[in-house]
Nanobody, 124 residues
Framework: QVQLVESGGGSVQAGGSLRLSCAAS????????VGWFRQAPGKEREFVAV????????SYADSVKGRFTMSRDNAKNTVYLQMSSLKPEDTAVYYC?????????????????WGQGTQVTISS
């Protein structure tokens, strides 16, 4: 089992930056690919980015490619999402999620463990 806790959300102006963290429990955290998802009010949850267990592979949604960077530190059991050049349309609750099947999954129903989410609000 893996428990995930997100942090780092907040309110910033457009063009600003935020770094989200996802802290995990469990001794085998490096066995899990971790994804970030987000859900804006009135919209379905959508894929943002994913990183492989060892951290060598990443994949991003087109909407964030070039602006967001995902990384992980398995010694600290933590995954990060560095968000830059933020836009009002990035406003959402951001969730991290983990799966032990394979890297690259983009469907939220393919992830077994979820954090509680952290709010990100971008003002214009």
């Amino acid at each position: 089992q893996v428990q995930l806790v997100e942090s780092g959300g907040g309110s910033v102006q457009a063009g600003g930056s935020l770094r989200l963290s996802c802290a995990a429990s469990g001794r085998t955290f490096s066995s899990y690919a971790v994804g970030w998802f987000r859900q804006a009010p009135g919209k379905e949850r959508e894929f943002v980015a994913v990183i492989s267990g060892a951290g060598g592979l990443t994949s991003y949604a087109d909407s964030v490619k070039g602006r967001f960077t995902m990384s992980r530190d398995n010694a600290k059991n933590t995954v990060y999402l560095q968000m830059s050049s933020l836009k009002p349309e990035d406003t959402a609750v951001y969730y991290c999620a983990a799966n032990d099947r394979r890297f690259g999954l983009r469907g939220d129903n393919e992830y077994d463990y979820w954090g509680q989410g952290t709010q990100v609000t971008i003002s214009s």
